[in-house]
Nanobody
Framework: QVQLVESGGGLVQTGGSLRLVCEAS????????MGWFRQTPANEREFVAA????????YFSDSAKGRFTIWRDNAKNTVYLQMNGLKPEDTAVYHC??????????????????WGQGTQVTVSS
């Protein structure tokens, strides 16, 4: 059974930082690209960041570029999202997701087979 479990969310002030962690089990982690998406209060799901199976390539939304970093540790079946310079518009439930290699576009939620339950990030102004 595949499980993706996110942690690290919380309440921070504008300009603060959080590190999200996603631990995967039940799948050949090193064979999957990983992504982070967020579900906004308006109930829209947005792509945030993605990393290839080998960590050789990383991708970010325009809003995340320059503020967020993504990396992975295949030995620990874990992917991380470091978020700096947080803004109120970053408030959302953040989900990690696993995408089989070469299965669609990294920014498309439809390309991802497995999803975690999410972790809440709230940024106060």
């Amino acid at each position: 059974q595949v499980q993706l479990v996110e942690s690290g969310g919380g309440l921070v002030q504008t300009g603060g930082s959080l590190r999200l962690v996603c631990e995967a089990s039940g799948l050949p982690f090193a064979s999957y690209s990983m992504g982070w998406f967020r579900q906004t209060p308006a109930n829209e799901r947005e792509f945030v960041a993605a990393i290839s199976w080998s960590a050789g390539n990383t991708y970010f939304s325009d809003s995340a570029k320059g503020r967020f970093t993504i990396w992975r540790d295949n030995a620990k079946n874990t992917v991380y999202l470091q978020m700096n310079g947080l803004k109120p518009e970053d408030t959302a439930v953040y989900h990690c997701a696993a995408r089989p290699v070469y299965n669609g576009a990294y920014y498309s939620e439809n390309a991802y087979d497995y999803w975690g339950q999410g972790t809440q990030v709230t940024v106060s102004s």
